[in-house]
């Protein structure tokens, strides 16, 4: 069925969606939800262009829907574009292309899961994709106690898995207070893990992979660089010889520590570089 949907369909054209259900999740973090066969299918790691008419294109990362033939985007109002599709009524419509992108590579065994904000998303999506074998711990890292997402929802996707969920806070108002990044020094020392996934700010997936590596745990990230075109042809998401809206956004941590820009630098909406100032 969603083959011969994708016949018809060209994934490089906006498809019109109608924003059938909206969840509050934070104060600040709102998920969308719209049915589409083809985005509910796609893969852990993959985004999709999001056309919000009348201003702009982002990219964001495809969130599950609990229904079948659903998907969603879980949005941060941040700057004037998120802000505009934050505020996205029921029933208006938004386009939407892809799914782009690749996706993490999923080991067996034990999995430790490493999200900060909205960049919990792709990892959700993974979790629809674990065996019942899969032994899970999900860090969910937030500044504060009303800005945790997907506690919830992780626990009753795991609810087959022998699988334990942490929460960080930064300020301490809900569970561990500090980085995320502690939290899985602390673990490293006790325990291993047969792989390690992460996304969320550019300098907490650099400090995990460093800490994975270390341990020679096999670690992916999946990161965010501007975009404009989604399909690699305007160049503005380039990491050193890559282009991340294709050649990822899922890479090997042992590569991007070999590479000079990830965790160091990216390039602004005008192609610029700017530079990461501290490292957590
Ligand atoms: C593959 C991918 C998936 C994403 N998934 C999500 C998601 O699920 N939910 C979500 O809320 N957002 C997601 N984003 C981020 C989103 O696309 C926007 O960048 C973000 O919402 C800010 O957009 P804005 O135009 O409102 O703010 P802007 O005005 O563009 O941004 C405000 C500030 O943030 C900086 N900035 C914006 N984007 C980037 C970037 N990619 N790298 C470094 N600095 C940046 C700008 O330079 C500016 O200083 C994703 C981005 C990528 C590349
Ligand atoms: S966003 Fe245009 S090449 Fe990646």
Same mark, same amino acid.
């Given at each position: 069925?969603?083959?011969?949907?994708?016949?018809?369909?060209?994934?490089?054209?906006?498809?019109?969606?109608?924003?059938?259900?909206?969840?509050?999740?934070?104060?600040?973090?709102?998920?969308?939800?719209?049915?589409?066969?083809?985005?509910?299918?796609?893969?852990?790691?993959?985004?999709?262009?999001?056309?919000?008419?009348?201003?702009?294109?982002?990219?964001?990362?495809?969130?599950?829907?609990?229904?079948? %033939? /659903?998907?969603?985007?879980?949005?941060?109002?941040?700057?004037?574009?998120?802000?505009?599709?934050?505020?996205?009524?029921?029933? /208006?419509?938004?386009?939407?292309?892809?799914?782009?992108?690749?996706?993490?590579?999923?080991?067996?065994?034990?999995?430790?899961?490493?999200?900060?904000?909205?960049?919990?998303?792709?990892?959700?999506?993974?979790?629809?994709?674990?065996?019942?074998?899969?032994?899970?711990?999900?860090?969910?890292?937030?500044?504060?106690? %009303?800005?945790?997402?997907?506690?919830?929802?992780? %626990?009753?996707?795991? /609810?087959?898995?022998?699988?334990?969920?942490?929460?960080?806070?930064?300020?301490?108002?809900?569970?561990?207070?500090?980085?995320?990044?502690?939290?899985?020094?602390?673990?490293?020392?006790?325990?291993?893990?047969?792989?390690?996934?992460?996304?969320?700010?550019?300098?907490?997936?650099?400090?995990?992979?460093?800490?994975?590596?270390?341990?020679?745990?096999?670690?992916?990230?999946?990161?965010?660089?501007?975009?404009?075109?989604?399909?690699?042809?305007?160049?503005?998401?380039?990491?050193?010889?890559?282009?991340?809206?294709?050649?990822?956004?899922?890479?090997?941590?042992?590569?991007?520590?070999?590479?000079?820009?990830?965790?160091?630098?990216?390039?602004?909406?005008?192609?610029?570089?700017? %530079?990461?100032?501290?490292?957590?």
């Amino acid at each position: 069925m969603v083959k011969w949907l994708g016949s018809l369909r060209n994934f490089n054209k906006p498809y019109l969606c109608k924003i059938e259900k909206i969840i509050d999740e934070t104060p600040t973090v709102r998920t969308l939800i719209f049915s589409d066969s083809i985005m509910s299918n796609s893969r852990p790691g993959q985004f999709a262009m999001v056309w919000i008419p009348g201003i702009n294109e982002l990219p964001m990362s495809i969130m599950i829907s609990t229904k079948k %033939n /659903q998907a969603a985007f879980t949005v941060r109002k941040h700057g004037v574009n998120s802000t505009a599709l934050y505020n996205m009524k029921l029933g /208006q419509y938004i386009g939407v292309r892809g799914p782009y992108g690749n996706n993490f590579n999923i080991k067996p065994g034990k999995l430790l899961l490493v999200g900060g904000g909205t960049g919990l998303v792709p990892l959700i999506r993974l979790l629809k994709f674990i065996k019942t074998s899969h032994n899970i711990t999900l860090i969910i890292g937030a500044k504060t106690k %009303n800005e945790v997402i997907f506690e919830d929802l992780a %626990n009753s996707l795991l /609810q087959h898995n022998q699988h334990s969920i942490i929460t960080t806070t930064m300020d301490g108002t809900y569970g561990c207070k500090g980085l995320v990044t502690h939290i899985v020094a602390d673990l490293l020392h006790e325990t291993t893990f047969d792989a390690i996934y992460t996304c969320g700010p550019e300098l907490m997936m650099f400090n995990v992979i460093k800490m994975a590596l270390s341990k020679q745990i096999f670690v992916q990230a999946s990161i965010e660089r501007i975009m404009k075109c989604g399909i690699g042809i305007c160049g503005s998401c380039s990491m050193n010889e890559n282009i991340v809206c294709k050649d990822g956004t899922v890479f090997d941590g042992s590569y991007l520590l070999e590479n000079n820009e990830f965790g160091y630098m990216y390039r602004n909406k005008s192609g610029s570089i700017e %530079n990461y100032t501290s490292k957590v």
